[in-house]
């Protein structure tokens, strides 16, 4: 790998991953989740946490990526404001959806 890329990728991986964090701790499926009409053909709730990693590292690889195309810091600045804001919206979401119900 590039030395290049290494402080990008970390920098993603370590905000994905703290956003991760972050929301798991808010989650909390008590038993009103599990007494919410789902339909049948919902997925499993181990099938959760599996997509969510994949969520999560194809936002950080996507940031990434975007940041080597980026020549100029302006634009990067919007692209790190962007990132920012999906973190702080899947944050929201968490607390919205599992905790104020």
Same mark, same amino acid.
């Given at each position: 790998? !590039?030395?290049?890329?290494?402080?990008?990728?970390?920098?993603?991986?370590?905000? =994905?991953?703290?956003?991760?964090?972050?929301? =798991?701790?808010?989650? !909390?499926?008590?038993?009103?989740?599990?007494?919410?009409?789902?339909?049948?053909? #919902?997925?499993?709730?181990? =099938?959760?946490?599996?997509?969510?990693? #994949?969520?999560?590292?194809?936002? =950080?690889? #996507?940031?990434?990526?975007?940041?080597?195309?980026?020549?100029?810091?302006?634009?990067?600045?919007?692209?790190?404001?962007?990132? #920012?804001?999906?973190?702080?919206?899947?944050?929201?979401?968490?607390?919205?959806?599992?905790?104020?119900?």
């Amino acid at each position: 790998m !590039d030395r290049v890329w290494i402080f990008p990728v970390c920098i993603a991986a370590l905000l =994905a991953t703290l956003v991760a964090l972050v929301g =798991a701790t808010i989650i !909390d499926t008590g038993s009103w989740y599990a007494s919410l009409l789902k339909p049948h053909w #919902a997925p499993p709730d181990a =099938a959760y946490g599996l997509a969510w990693t #994949a969520i999560y590292s194809c936002t =950080a690889l #996507a940031g990434v990526t975007g940041w080597r195309a980026i020549a100029r810091w302006r634009e990067r600045e919007w692209l790190l404001g962007l990132f #920012a804001g999906n973190g702080f919206l899947n944050i929201l979401w968490s607390l919205v959806f599992f905790r104020l119900q």
